[in-house]
C-alpha cells in the first residue's frame, strides 16, 4: 500500500492552533513522523506530502497554497491513501474528543476513517465520529482522504491522555490492521547469516527495486549479516539483521543474490 501522510500545518504561516505550551505543529509533528516510520517499517510506501513553503501575497493566500500543495503532490505521485493529521481546538475548554473528516458521507475513505477513529477512541478519547467536511486536502485529492484531529489542544484530560507513540501507533493500526502475533517457532532454526552472494539492495518490500523510493532503498555489499529469518516469499528472504542499514533492521533481500544459513 502506498500513503500519502500529511504532517498538518508545519509550513509558516500555517503553524496551527497554539494554547498555552501546546502547539499544533509541534505535536502533528511528533505524531505524524511516527506514523511515517511504522509504515515503512512495516512494508508499506510512504510520502510526506508536506511542503517546506508556501507562495502567496497574504497569510490566507499562503495558507491555501500550503494546503493545496499537499493534496497536489498526492496526486502526483498517485498515492492510494491521503491521511492528514491535526489536532483540534476550541474557545470553551470543556470539548474534547477526537474525529476524523471526510469529504463526504459517501466517501470511499469512510470505512478506513471509521477505523482509524476506532483505535484512537479505544485509547480513552471521546468519540466525536466520522465527519463530513468540505476541507481543502479532501475535496482537492483524487484518493480516499482523511483528516485525523487527535483530540483536543485545549482540553486538559486530553492533552493528559495524548501520547505520541500510542496514537501513531492507534493510527497505524486503523490504517493498516494490528501484527499478527507471531506463530511459535523453534529459534534456531531461524537464526543464522544471510550470506550476499552479489552485491544488492535491501528493500523494505517485495516489490521491485523500481516501485519504491529510492531514499527506501539501501546498498548491501557481499559479505555475512547475521540476523533472523523472518519468512521466505516471493523470491525474498525478509530478515531482521543484527545490525542496522539505513534506518531499519527489517529487510526484503532477493533469494537470487543471497542464501540464508542457519545456525
Known sequence: MYFGIDIGHNCPPDTGAVSGKH?????????????IKELKARGHRVANLTPISAFGLTTRSRVYNSLLQRARKANSLRVDYFVSIHFNAFSRSSANGSEVLIYSRNSSSRGLAQEVLDRIVALGFRDRKVKPQNLV??????????????????????????NPQTMAAAIVNGLVGEEPEPEPVDDDELIGVLRITKNTVAKPSTEQSSSIP??????????????KLLVDEESHYAVELDQQIGDRKVHYIYCGHAEFIAD
Open 23 to 35: 502547539r499544533e505543529d509541534v505535536y502533528a509533528k511528533q505524531v505524524g513522523e511516527l506514523v
Open 137 to 162: 486536502v479532501l475535496r482537492e485529492t483524487n484518493m480516499p482522504a482523511m483528516l485525523i484531529e487527535c483530540c483536543f489542544l485545549t482540553n486538559h484530560s486530553d492533552m493528559e491522555r495524548f
Open 214 to 227: 529510492r531514499d527506501e532503498l539501501f546498498k548491501i555489499q557481499v559479505g555475512d549479516y547475521k540476523g
